[in-house]
């Protein structure tokens, strides 16, 4: 089984809506076989998922309304890294609107995909410490409640019904192998 | 700050493509905060995520071109749960399709959802063992690569660039938990 690329023969924009693009592409594979796929294009510099923690092991985590799965989510700070933005400068920026910290460590652990199938969404899972208060303003319809969470209670944290997102799993788990807890 | 729930001022389809299907919802939140958002609407059944796992430890990867990310991914089989079907009707389907096997005992371990902000998606995560050589055909370009990785080389898998997906990051985690090796 060759590894070699399928071929694009064509691509267009099939469908958009104000904050949605889907892309069609008609791809080749190397066997000859042709197939017609649809992917979701995310932003150029995708988005950052931040996991503060602070020097006694707590974990500043949010509660926020998650329109997606139509309640009110328990998981780490995050958000789109702006146009002209670094990963870096998003991370410094949603930590002063999401939890009123700003960090003066920022480790990039790892860059995980949404749904490699059909998503080309990237999001950058980046460790905050030295955490001092700094507060910015930002676009959420109501303030965020913050709710810290000892990083030791990780296996009750995963087992909360309000812990969902598939990317605030993969977090904790690099997490907690950075910092040698397992 | 309150839990509860906006209220659905209105909803409709703001797009379609042959395979997303995006919802506007104009939601009043209860300090009387009106925003409009879209959201993907995934399908009723969602997806199942299946991490095969011989008796001797041995965990069955697939490789297969990821349109998303625009190159092979290395993962868990998984697939759509059809209109109709069970999540383990689905898991049977998927492991004799994927893998070429079936399994005698399939344990649901959770469901994640994808991005609780604005994907509706949920996957359930299946560890299924107990497995025994059984083919059907699949609806793939091309066949896929099945690959054999030992789960006591998990961080070896976790680092590797072709594995990418947070709900793979997600199960590999509640599998290492469920086995008590973390």
Redesign the interface.
Known sequence: ?S?K??TILAEKI???????T?Q??H?Q???G???H????LGSQGGAVLIVPLLADGTLLLI?E?????????L?FPKGKVDPGETWLEATLRESKEEIAHRPQTVELL????????????Q?HIVLATGLEPAIAEGDE???L?IVPWHIDDW?KL?AHPDF????A??A???V??HLGK?
Chains 1, 2 share one sequence.
């Open positions: 089984m590894q690329l399928p099939a469908a958009k809506s104000r904050i949605f889907v069609y592409q791809l594979f190397t066997n076989v042709e197939v796929y649809e992917r979701l509660r309304y998650g329109a997606g799965v139509g309640r009110y989510e998981g790892d860059s995980v995909s949404l749904a490699a199938g059909y998503m080309t969404h999001t319809p109501e303030p409640e296996a995963l969902s997102e598939g990317r799993y993969a904790l788990f690099l907690l192998k397992i």
